[in-house]
C-alpha cells in the first residue's frame, strides 16, 4: 500500500489550480462550447447508466473562494481562465463558471451581513443566542438582501459578458442543517436536538423555504445555460439535483439526522431534481443514511488525506453506494499512485462512480484518467 502525504497546511487552498485570468473580449467561446458538447453525450450516458466511471479534472481557483470572491469581474476573469486551462486535461466532466459566496446567502434573510475581511473568504458575523431567537426573527426573502441581489447581479454579468453560451452553476448554497447552525449559538443549538427537537424542526424547515425562494429565481435566471448540481460538485447540464453543503451532519448522530436535520434537505431539494450531499471531513459513519436518503442524486466527499486531514476512509463506500443509484463524487488530491489505489478500493460493480482529480500537468492527468478507467471496467 502507498503512503499517503498528510495535509500541507502551508497551502492557501490544497484544491487549487494556479491559473492566467483572461478578460471575456479574449475568451474563445465557440472553442470551449465545442468542447463541453464533445462531453456531454458521456455524461448523459453516465447519468441514465445503473453504473459507470467518469473523471472530472477540477479547476478551483483559490482567489475565486478569497482575495476576488467579491470583484465579480475579477472572478469572471480568474474562472475563464480555469476554463481554458481545463481543455488541457483529459477529462470526462467540463468545468463550468459559478458565482459563489457559501454561508451567508441565506443567512443574509435573518439579518447577519457578510464581513469581508480583506484578502479573506467573506464570513458571517454574530449569531442568535438560541434557536427560538431565530424563529422570532421576521426574515426577508433572500433576494431583498445585499448578498442576495449582489449574487443575482454577478450571475448577470456573467451569463452577459458570455452571452450565456458557456455553462454555469447556482451559487454556492448551504444546506438548512450548516445555515442554522451557524447563526445560532452552537452550544444552544445543539442542545435543541435533544431539548427542543420541535424548534429546530422549525427553524430548517424555515431555512428550507427560504432557500426554495431564492433557487428558483436564479435556476430561472441561468437559463439553458444551468449545469446542475453546481457549486462544487462535478456539474453537466444533462445531471440533475441541487448540491448543498451540510457539514454539520458531522456533528451529530445519524439517527438525529435523518429525524431533524434530513427532512429539511429533501424539501430545499425537491423542486431541483432531488438533493446532491457534501460534507467535510469524516462522514463514513453515515454512507449508508445518505445513499439511502429520498431523492438523493449525489454524494461528495474527500478520500485522500491531502484533500482533506479528515477525509473519508473508503471502507465500505462500495457497499454502500452500488445499486443505489446514488452518484459518489469522489474528491482526491494526490499521486496517481494514491488515486489509483484508492479508486480500487471504492469501485465496484453496480457504483457510478465520478473521480475528481487534480493533477499538476496534463501528462499527469492523462496518466491517471486511463488508469481510473482501466480499473473500473
Known sequence: MKQEKGFDVSLADSQATEVT?????????????????????????????????LVYRRMRVKEVFSTDCHDMKKSLEWQLGALHKSMDFKADVPNFLE??????????????????????????????????ALLAYDARPVKDTAIGRHTLEMTEYFLDKTRGRLP????????????????????????????APDLVRRALDRVADLFIDYMKIQRD???????????????????????????????????M????????????????????????????????????????????????????????PTEGFADAFAGSGVVLNARMVGSPDIVAQKVRELWKPGMKLIVVTYCETPAEQEVVYNRIHEICQ
Open 21 to 53: 485570468p483572461i478578460v471575456p473580449e479574449r475568451f474563445d467561446i465557440s472553442a470551449y462550447e465545442a468542447y463541453e458538447q464533445q462531453l456531454t453525450q458521456q455524461c448523459r450516458d453516465f447519468w441514465q447508466a445503473s453504473q459507470g466511471v
Open 99 to 132: 458565482p459563489w459566496y457559501g454561508l451567508g446567502t441565506v443567512a443574509s434573510a435573518f439579518g447577519f451581513d457578510y464581513a469581508w475581511n480583506p484578502g479573506q473568504a467573506p464570513a458571517v458575523d454574530g449569531h442568535f443566542h438560541s434557536t427560538e
Open 168 to 195: 454555469m452553476s447556482y451559487c454556492d448554497i448551504q444546506s438548512p442543517l450548516n445555515v442554522v447552525g451557524n447563526i445560532v449559538d452552537s452550544n444552544q443549538f445543539y442542545m435543541d436536538f435533544v431539548l
Open 221 to 255: 435566471l441561468i437559463g439553458d445555460a444551468l449545469v446542475k448540481p453546481g457549486h462544487g460538485f462535478s456539474s453537466s447540464r444533462c445531471f440533475e439535483g441541487m448540491g448543498m453543503s451540510d457539514d454539520n451532519a458531522v456533528m451529530i448522530s445519524g439517527d
Open 257 to 312: 439526522y435523518a429525524e431533524l436535520a434530513a427532512p429539511a434537505f429533501i424539501k430545499a431539494c425537491a423542486p431541483f431534481g432531488g438533493g446532491v450531499f457534501h460534507s467535510c471531513g469524516n462522514w463514513s459513519d453515515k454512507k449508508k443514511l445518505i445513499a439511502g436518503m429520498e431523492g438523493l442524486r449525489m454524494a461528495d466527499g474527500a478520500f485522500t488525506q491531502a484533500t482533506d486531514p479528515a477525509a473519508n
